[in-house]
DNA sequence: GAGAACATGTAAAGCGTTACATGATTAA
DNA sequence: TTAATCATGTAACGCTTTACATGTTCTC
């Protein structure tokens, strides 16, 4: 249960609500943990009656803002730094590599060289995004500093993937 | 939908029960498509109700045997060919990174550096394991060609975390 | 005879996606 | 005044995980 972790860690940054969330989790957040409407206002309502977070603010259209409890704080801290992490890779990509046998191999290099495009679609969009950002107007934020590290990460991997698809591609025989 | 292709490919190779598929899940598809026993047997169920796959011999202990069916081959070779792949990466790890602010920067740096660890332990197991597979005993099957590509990408992926663990470490001031 | 491995499932609960539904406020 | 944006949710469905449940066959 992540996503109640990623919520308590976005308003520990500055209150938000739960419209203001999703703006986060739609730009930079996408990549790493997707989340719609319907889960982040359920979790919102979760977390509330948890105790783990409040609502400091009330605004216009029923906006309400909620920020972190010490106990949320306490939470998230707990959840960062005791709890080691399980990483399930799903790939839906990798998932066809390993099938690729049932079609012929014109078709699997093909497939292998249409990875090789999208990634590098996907890096330019990175180096675009990369280059937008207005770091400084978040100021020296932790989301600015930890950001970075995530943002390389990806571009790491898309880097690595072209590589890996090239290499791949080539070791299919015609 | 994917457990289904998955299925429907590994049936290719040959005939086999829920309980050798099950086998194969654990084993080698483990890093790339987790599935547990009531997803298989519920979806070989589905499977076969809908024509894709069919029972080809029957064992002690209820054992059924499936392969696909020409149906279910051309669905394959549909999906694999014909539908893009949509990626979402869902990563506990880069999330937690991302939230790192919330702890001190000490606590972080050890953060990344168990990330490095634990990488360094996987990417060991990653070669036990290259060594101990036994792919000339599958002789030239498609998973041997195909399953080397996929292997490949893990031994990347993890050579490039561990250099971006070490990078991100060092990039959090003392 | 006992234990391991073989073999198949059901049930419940949680997580995630998509579609539906409603209304208020602001800016052009 | 009209369109965009702000703002919150509910409902239904499908996928995934975990726990439960049962019985057979083989090997030592």
Do not use: C, N
């Amino acid at each position: 249960m992540s996503l109640r972790h990623a919520l308590i860690g976005l308003l520990r940054e500055r209150p938000a609500s739960g419209y203001d969330l999703m703006q986060i989790f739609e730009k930079s957040l996408h990549q790493v943990w997707p989340a719609t409407k319907s889960q982040v206002y359920a979790e919102l309502a979760k977390l509330a009656e948890a105790g783990l977070i409040a609502v400091t603010a009330e605004g216009p259209r029923g906006r309400r803002e909620y920020a972190p409890t010490e106990a949320g704080l306490a939470e998230l801290r707990h959840w960062l730094v005791e709890v080691t992490p399980e990483e399930h890779q799903r790939s839906e990509t990798l998932l066809r590599v390993f099938l690729l046998g049932a079609v012929d191999r014109a078709q699997a290099k093909e497939f292998m060289l249409a990875v090789r495009e999208r990634t590098l679609a996907d890096l330019a969009r990175l180096d675009a995004l990369t280059a937008s950002i207005d770091w400084d107007g978040h100021g020296d934020t932790d989301l600015a500093r930890y950001g970075v590290i995530v943002m390389e990460w990806g571009r790491r991997m898309m880097e690595m993937t072209r590589e890996w698809s090239e290499w791949g591609a080539a070791r299919i025989p015609d």
